[in-house]
């Protein structure tokens, strides 16, 4: 399994970018698709998961001005992040999680993903 993401940068406050993570060596849409982040000194954390349709979920802090979404044509998840804070700073990892049972919840927790990329950075200055 391998999954690349891309798309990191150097931004203003109240700036855009988008993160893209091209996942190959998998069945893209068993799985659900995941980004988190780890800004220096802290720990990673959740930000946003979406099912293999159009079911979201996310992290308090970012509901509102990220967006995250998959085409499962090009094996591809997406985090579109809008309205950037400094707070936003943090190197993002994307993730994926089997998708064992057809009702089961969008996973929120790191042991949950089975499958990383290398992480983005992503650094929002004032």
């Known amino acids: 399994v391998q999954l690349q993401a891309s798309g990191g940068g150097s931004v203003r406050t109240g700036e855009s970018l988008r993160l893209s993570c091209a996942a190959s060596?998998?069945?893209?849409?068993?799985?659900?698709m995941g980004w988190f982040r780890q800004a220096p000194g802290k720990q990673r954390e959740f930000v946003a998961a979406?099912?293999?349709?159009?079911?979201?979920r996310y992290a308090d802090p970012v509901k509102g001005r990220f967006t995250i979404s998959r085409d499962n044509a090009k094996n591809t998840v997406y985090l579109q992040m809008n309205s950037l804070k400094p707070e936003d700073t943090a190197v993002y990892y994307c993730?994926?999680?089997?998708?064992?049972?057809?009702?089961?919840?969008?996973?929120?927790?790191?042991?949950?993903?089975?499958?990383w990329g290398q992480g983005t950075l992503v650094t929002v200055s004032s």
């Open positions: 060596g998998l069945f893209f849409g068993s799985n659900f």
């Open positions: 979406i099912r293999r349709n159009d079911n979201t």
């Open positions: 993730a994926a999680a089997p998708i064992r049972q057809i009702y089961a919840t969008i996973p929120i927790e790191e042991y949950q993903y089975n499958a």
